[in-house]
């Protein structure tokens, strides 16, 4: 089976609730692509996930980190970042 990493797909979420006078903020962390891992997973991929928040400073940039995943898939944020290069 394949070596897959999955880059992005994640995000922060704020919400701010109102009662009366008093707000409350509350901050959660998002994984939009939990379906799409356990099917891989399923399959017998070895999925690599990593958060939107992490690709910045833990994404493989080098060609010889590149060559350990079989596939790796961008979500479209990061798409833009790399087009962007």
């Known amino acids: 089976m394949a070596k897959i990493l999955l880059a992005g797909e994640s995000w922060i979420s704020t919400t701010t ?3 009366g006078y008093d707000s409350f903020t509350s901050t959660k962390l998002e994984i939009g ?3 799409l891992l356990m099917a891989l997973q399923g399959l ?3 999925v ?3 958060r939107a928040h992490d690709v ?3 994404f ?11 596939v790796i898939l961008l979500s ?4 833009k970042f790399f087009c962007a290069l």
């Open 33 to 35: 692509c939990e379906a």
């Open 60 to 70: 493989p940039w080098t060609k010889e980190e590149l060559d350990q995943y079989d």
């Open 48 to 50: 690599t996930h990593l």
């Open 44 to 46: 017998g991929h070895e």
């Open 56 to 58: 910045p400073e833990h």
């Open 17 to 19: 609730e109102y009662k």
């Open 76 to 79: 479209d944020y990061w798409f």
